[in-house]
């Protein structure tokens, strides 16, 4: 069986394609925050949990289908339970009190931020550019960091602190697709 899509030339394998999937799921997830403006975002937390459980499952299952073949394959696993924790916890708690939606978001934006630098180690140990996976995970460490804090997302608005936070989850899955070809042994 083929695991190849045919792009021109170029060969986009079902995985890169499912990475793409990813990022246009979180554009999404953007632009529902976005045209929550000048509203608590807690009108559609559980408008962007259902997309983010999709991400979350996606994520889970190209690491289950590719776990003798993907480099940094656990990391990427552990990405997308956390992802998946997080859009359960959006979808059930209908968050009445918009306040704690920074507080989620961040522990959730530190905790993949960790799995990001661990990932950027194993990579390298593979012998594979995996230095993105490095700046990407300080970014949401520091993001989630600041989501912590309370003036910060008091300051830019809740809105605008979950966009960044998934803008910032959008480019690990572009730098995914962009490595993928290096990160598997197909």
């Given at each position: 069986?083929?695991?190849?899509?045919?792009?021109?030339?170029?060969?986009?394998?079902?995985?890169?394609?499912?990475?793409?999937?990813?990022?246009?799921?979180?554009?999404?997830?953007?632009?529902?925050?976005?045209?929550?403006?000048?509203?608590?975002?807690?009108?559609?937390?559980?408008?962007?949990?259902?997309?983010?459980?999709?991400?979350?499952?996606?994520?889970?299952?190209?690491?289950?289908?590719?776990?003798?073949?993907?480099?940094?394959r656990?990391?990427?696993?552990?990405?997308?339970?956390?992802?998946?924790?997080?859009?359960?916890?959006?979808?059930?708690?209908?968050?009445?009190?918009?306040?704690?939606?920074?507080?989620?978001?961040?522990?959730?934006?530190?905790?993949?931020?960790?799995?990001?630098?661990?990932?950027?180690?194993?990579?390298?140990?593979?012998?594979?550019?995996?230095?993105?996976?490095?700046?990407?995970?300080?970014?949401?460490?520091?993001?989630?960091?600041?989501?912590?804090?309370?003036?910060?997302?008091?300051?830019?608005?809740?809105?605008?602190?979950?966009?960044?936070?998934?803008?910032?989850?959008?480019s690990?899955?572009?730098?995914?697709y962009?490595?993928?070809?290096?990160?598997?042994?197909?």
């Open positions: 069986m083929d695991n190849h899509f045919s792009n021109g030339g170029k060969k986009i394998s079902w995985v890169q394609l499912s990475f793409l999937l990813c990022i246009i799921v979180l554009t999404v997830c953007i632009l529902i925050t976005l045209s929550d403006a000048g509203t608590l975002l807690s009108t559609s937390a559980h408008t962007i949990g259902i997309p983010l459980l999709a991400v979350g499952a996606v994520t889970m299952i190209i690491a289950a289908v590719k776990k003798s073949t993907l480099k940094g656990m990391w990427l696993s552990a990405d997308g339970a956390a992802t998946a924790v997080l859009s359960v916890v959006l979808i059930l708690s209908g968050f009445k009190q918009a306040g704690a939606l920074p507080f989620y978001f961040g522990v959730w934006e530190i905790a993949i931020g960790i799995f990001k630098l661990a990932e950027s180690r194993r990579l390298k140990r593979e012998k594979v550019s995996g230095e993105g996976f490095l700046y990407i995970g300080i970014a949401e460490i520091i993001s989630g960091t600041a989501l912590l804090l309370r003036p910060v997302d008091r300051l830019i608005g809740y809105n605008i602190a979950v966009v960044i936070t998934l803008a910032i989850q959008m690990a899955y572009a730098l995914r962009y490595l993928y070809p290096a990160m598997t042994e197909e």
